[in-house]
C-alpha cells in the first residue's frame, strides 16, 4: 500500500471508530483515535504477517493490544483487513455482540488474547515471544510479536517486570508500541503520575529504542522497518509520540474525551473533518450504523 493509500484507511478507521461509539453510546473513542496510524501501519501487509483467511497460522506474527479499552481501533482495523465484516461494527457493545468493550479471543478472530486489565500485554506478550523462540530454535523461524501500550499504563509495575523479563532472556522477536498521546483518564500523564522519558527508561532496561511521530505513516514503516530487520539480540520499544482525539478539532489533546462518546451532532461533525482524508470510497468502504 502507499503512503496515500495508508493515510486514507487511518482516517476511514477513524470514522469507524466514531460511528461505532457513537451508536454504542459507550466506549473510548480518545486513545482508539490516538493509536489509528500505528494499527493502520501494522496491519497493512507491510509488517505484520497474518492471514484474515487462516488465524490459526502457525508462522503468523502475534499482536496484543496492551490497552484492552481502545479496541474500537482494534475492530475497525480487523474489519478493515477483512476478519470481519464492516457491517459488523455497528453492533459494538451490544449484548450478544463478538465485539465486546474490551477483546474476547474466544469470540472474534485476530484477536490473540482478552486483555483490558492494564499492564499485563506486555508480561502476555513477552511470555509469547519467548515461547514462539524456543519454538523456533527447532523449527528455524520466530514469529514476532507485536503489543500496543499505552503512556498511562506503564505507570503499571508489571509493565517493568516484563520489560526486565525480555531483556533477560534477549526477545528480539518482540516489539512493544507505547502509544505516548500524554494523556489518561484522569488528565495528563505528569499531573497524575509522571513517567518521565519512557525511552530512557526502555533503554536503561536493555531495550533498543526508538522515538518517532506516531502519525507519520513514513516514519511508522520506517520504524516497523527498522525493527523486522533487527538481530541486535534485545526486544524494540517504539516511543510513538501521539495525540489523543487525533483527527478530530474538538477531541484532540482533551482527556474528556478518553472514555466518552460523541452524540450525533457531534459525529456529523467530526466525520465532516475526516471527509477530505478519506477522500472517494466505494460502496463497499461504507456500512450503517442502523441496519
Known amino acids: 500500500m502507499t503512503i496515500a493509500s495508508l493515510e486514507q484507511r487511518a482516517a476511514l478507521i477513524r470514522a469507524d471508530i466514531l460511528k461505532m461509539t457513537t451508536a454504542a453510546g459507550s466506549g473510548h473513542p480518545g486513545g482508539s483515535l490516538s493509536s489509528a496510524d500505528i494499527m493502520t501501519v501494522l496491519f497493512s501487509g507491510e509488517v505484520l504477517r497474518h492471514n484474515p483467511n487462516d488465524t490459526n497460522w502457525l508462522d503468523r506474527d502475534r499482536f496484543i493490544l496492551s490497552k484492552g479499552h481502545v479496541a474500537p481501533v482494534l475492530y475497525a482495523t480487523l474489519a478493515r483487513e477483512g476478519y470481519l465484516p464492516l457491517q459488523e461494527l455497528a453492533s459494538l457493545r451490544q449484548f450478544g455482540s463478538r465485539l465486546q468493550g474490551h477483546p474476547d479471543m474466544l469470540k472474534l478472530p485476530g484477536v490473540e488474547m482478552s486483555t483490558g486489565s492494564l499492564g499485563q500485554g506486555l508480561s502476555i506478550a513477552a511470555g509469547l515471544a519467548y515461547a514462539l523462540k524456543v519454538q523456533g530454535a527447532k523449527t528455524g523461524i520466530a514469529p514476532k510479536v507485536y503489543t ?53 527508561k526502555f533503554r536503561a532496561f536493555g531495550w533498543q529504542t526508538l522515538e518517532i511521530n506516531g502519525h507519520d505513516i ?29 483527527g478530530i478539532s474538538f477531541m484532540e489533546g482533551q482527556a474528556a474525551w478518553h472514555g466518552k462518546s460523541l452524540n450525533l451532532e457531534q459525529l456529523e461533525q467530526a466525520l465532516a473533518e475526516l471527509e477530505p482524508a478519506i477522500g472517494e470510497i466505494t460502496a463497499e468502504d461504507t456500512w450503517q450504523t442502523r441496519s
Open 218 to 246: 513514513a516514519a511508522l514503516l520506517a520504524a516497523f522497518s527498522t525493527v523486522m530487520g533487527c538481530c541486535s539480540d534485545a526486544p524494540y520499544a517504539i516511543i510513538a509520540r501521539t495525540v489523543k482525539g487525533k
Open 148 to 200: 500496543l501500550l499505552g503512556d498511562g499504563e506503564c505507570q503499571e509495575g508489571q509493565v517493568w517486570e516484563a520489560a526486565m523479563f525480555a531483556a533477560h532472556r534477549r526477545l528480539d522477536n518482540l516489539v512493544a508500541i507505547i502509544d505516548n498521546n500524554g494523556l489518561q483518564i484522569d488528565g495528563r500523564i505528569e499531573d497524575v503520575c509522571d513517567t518521565v522519558d519512557l525511552a530512557d
